[in-house]
């Protein structure tokens, strides 16, 4: 199967799949949306068998494939949302295939490559949308969630810091190594892990800043050069989110009234983009990250401070077990498990593979001793 073979395929089973789903929606500005996608996908599969018909004038539109029916089939039982999420990866493997061949052959990018991904992820996040009516997703329970990415970056980075750490002090006191040396290297490992923590999250943060800034710069552009392209989207986009057409036309054309309206709207519909997360600072994140991997990081050393032998390390275990099991309360607050199963989980899981790391000290000690 040649590239647009392969092409037109995608094109006919994505179209199959938004009618279908389109189908099955009580909402119908949702309907109406992904009915509009479908035909849209149809259209493209229609231009490509034009193409191929100019080397193989026999060739005919194929139907939807085998694959794209049983990804329908399984959504009567598992739901449908792993369909849309099929769809959003097609749509975004589109994009990227287009730029990427726009840009080889030297042609302007328009700004509106993307457009239908933007409008599929639009989908995806309406709670109105039909997607999870599968047999075994009516018996799927609530979930608590509890708390938010702060509290979970605390207390992932915290046990980062102590499960490395006491992995590392014990691989050392395995290999009899003297007290002093196990101290410097427990030091040496919280400040090379939390080094290292800072920054990762330094880049994540700068990086994920700077794509903001430059969405925003490409929106901006497209402003510029197609508003009313841009209009048209933004309402579609509304439409996608459960709004009728009139209303969405209406509200998208008093947005455009003004460019910092315009801007600011398509910063949130198209981009997703929360004003607080471009206010964000990189060097804060980085700070915070040390400081959490530090704290866990440093339970399982600070015995050998002022105590030495067996004695340290018997400390470092006993400080390490009560710190894993609070970690792992804390998980709870995520997963909403037993405060009991959740802590002597999370402990098992750390002294094994502080055993693990002991025992292959102490093989290295032997060795080495021999």
Same mark, same amino acid.
């Given at each position: 199967?040649?590239?647009?073979?392969?092409?037109?395929?995608?094109?006919?089973?994505?179209?199959?799949?938004?009618?279908? %789903?389109?189908? =099955?929606?009580?909402?119908?500005? @949702?309907?109406?949306?992904?009915?509009? +996608? $479908?035909?849209? /996908?149809? #259209? *493209?599969?229609?231009?490509?068998?034009?193409?191929?018909?100019?080397?193989?004038?026999?060739?005919?539109?194929?139907?939807?494939?085998?694959?794209?029916?049983?990804?329908?089939?399984?959504?009567?039982?598992?739901?449908?949302?792993?369909?849309?999420?099929?769809?959003?990866?097609?749509?975004?493997?589109?994009?990227?295939?287009?730029?990427?061949?726009?840009?080889?052959?030297?042609?302007?990018?328009?700004?509106?490559?993307?457009?239908?991904?933007?409008? %599929?992820?639009? =989908?995806?996040?309406?709670?109105? @949308?039909?997607?999870?009516?599968?047999? +075994? $997703?009516?018996? /799927?329970? #609530? *979930?608590?969630?509890?708390?938010?990415?702060?509290?979970?970056?605390?207390?992932?980075?915290?046990?980062?810091?102590?499960?490395?750490?006491?992995?590392?002090?014990?691989?050392?006191?395995?290999?009899?190594?003297?007290?002093?040396?196990?101290?410097?290297?427990?030091?040496?490992?919280?400040?090379?892990?939390?080094?290292?923590?800072?920054?990762?999250?330094?880049?994540?943060?700068?990086?994920?800043?700077?794509?903001?800034?430059?969405?925003?710069?490409?929106?901006?552009?497209?402003?510029?050069?197609?508003?009313?392209?841009?209009?048209?989207?933004?309402?579609?986009?509304?439409?996608?989110?459960?709004?009728?057409?009139?209303?969405?036309?209406?509200?998208?054309?008093?947005?455009?009234?003004?460019?910092?309206?315009?801007?600011?709207?398509?910063?949130?519909?198209?981009?997703?983009?929360?004003?607080?997360?471009?206010?964000?600072?990189?060097?804060?994140?980085?700070?915070?990250?040390?400081?959490?991997?530090?704290?866990?990081?440093?339970?399982?050393?600070?015995?050998?401070?002022?105590?030495?032998?067996?004695?340290?390390?018997?400390?470092?275990?006993?400080?390490?077990?009560?710190?894993?099991?609070?970690?792992?309360?804390?998980?709870?607050?995520?997963?909403?498990?037993?405060?009991?199963?959740?802590?002597?989980?999370?402990?098992?899981?750390?002294?094994?593979?502080?055993?693990?790391?002991?025992?292959?000290?102490?093989?290295?000690?032997?060795?080495?001793?021999?």
């Amino acid at each position: 199967m040649n590239n647009l073979t392969k092409q037109l395929q995608i094109e006919v089973d994505t179209s199959f799949l938004y009618d279908s %789903i389109a189908k =099955i929606q009580t909402d119908e500005s @949702m309907k109406r949306v992904l009915t509009s +996608l $479908s035909e849209i /996908e149809k #259209r *493209h599969a229609e231009g490509i068998l034009k193409k191929i018909r100019t080397t193989d004038p026999e060739m005919q539109m194929p139907g939807p494939s085998r694959r794209a029916r049983m990804q329908l089939f399984l959504g009567k039982f598992f739901g449908y949302d792993s369909i849309i999420s099929g769809l959003s990866n097609v749509e975004k493997n589109v994009a990227r295939s287009t730029v990427m061949n726009k840009k080889k052959e030297g042609k302007e990018l328009s700004g509106l490559e993307h457009n239908h991904l933007k409008i %599929i992820e639009a =989908i995806k996040s309406n709670q109105k @949308m039909n997607v999870s009516s599968g047999l +075994l $997703s009516r018996f /799927e329970g #609530r *979930h608590s969630t509890v708390g938010g990415n702060a509290l979970r970056a605390a207390v992932l980075g915290a046990n980062d810091g102590l499960v490395s750490n006491l992995s590392l002090v014990m691989g050392i006191a395995g290999a009899a190594a003297s007290d002093q040396t196990i101290m410097l290297t427990g030091i040496a490992g919280l400040l090379a892990g939390a080094i290292s923590m800072a920054l990762g999250e330094w880049l994540s943060v700068q990086s994920s800043t700077e794509l903001n800034l430059n969405q925003i710069a490409l929106e901006t552009e497209e402003l510029e050069n197609s508003p009313e392209e841009e209009q048209k989207e933004l309402a579609l986009l509304y439409q996608a989110k459960g709004m009728d057409i009139k209303t969405s036309e209406d509200l998208a054309a008093k947005t455009f009234e003004s460019k910092e309206k315009a801007i600011e709207a398509l910063i949130v519909e198209e981009l997703g983009l929360d004003k607080e997360e471009l206010s964000g600072s990189a060097w804060e994140a980085a700070i915070a990250s040390f400081i959490l991997f530090a704290f866990g990081a440093i339970i399982p050393v600070f015995p050998y401070f002022f105590l030495e032998g067996y004695s340290a390390m018997m400390l470092s275990i006993g400080a390490a077990i009560i710190g894993l099991f609070v970690i792992g309360a804390s998980i709870t607050l995520f997963t909403g498990r037993s405060i009991i199963f959740s802590g002597f989980r999370q402990v098992l899981f750390g002294l094994a593979a502080a055993a693990v790391t002991y025992g292959i000290g102490a093989l290295i000690g032997v060795s080495m001793a021999g």
